[in-house]
């Protein structure tokens, strides 16, 4: 079984940076790919990032390309999202989220495995 819990969430100004951590326990952080999903009040979850086990490949929304970045430390068992120039319609909770085989798209819930509790984060204008 494997946990995750979210951490760095907040209030910010629009304009403002945040770091996202998530970090994984239960068994080894080896799994095929990491991602970062967010959901706003009366909205459906949507993916923000993915990044696969090595690094070497990184998806976006297009609604966070050129702002945010993901990235991981495996021997620190964390994947963190950078979040940068952020915007009032950013406001939301926030998931990491553990894709453990190759099969399904990444930018859709059902591929993913594992999933924290969630961090708020909230952009005010």
């Known amino acids: 079984q494997v946990q995750l819990v979210e951490s760095g969430g907040g209030l910010v100004q629009a304009g403002g940076s945040l770091r996202l951590s998530c970090a994984a326990s239960g068994r080894t952080f080896s799994s095929y790919a990491m991602g970062w999903f967010r959901q706003a009040p009366g909205k459906e979850r949507e993916f923000v990032a993915a990044?696969?086990?090595?690094?070497?490949?990184?998806y976006y929304a297009d609604s966070v390309k050129g702002r945010f970045t993901i990235s991981r430390d495996n021997a620190k068992n964390t994947v963190y999202l950078q979040m940068n120039s952020l915007k009032p319609e950013d406001t939301a909770v926030y998931y990491c989220?553990?894709?453990?085989?190759?099969?399904?798209?990444?930018?859709?819930?059902?591929?993913?495995?594992?999933w924290g509790q969630g961090t708020q984060v909230t952009v005010s204008s």
């Open positions: 989220a553990d894709k453990t085989s190759w099969r399904g798209s990444y930018y859709y819930t059902p591929s993913y495995d594992y």
């Open positions: 990044i696969s086990w090595s690094g070497g490949s990184t």
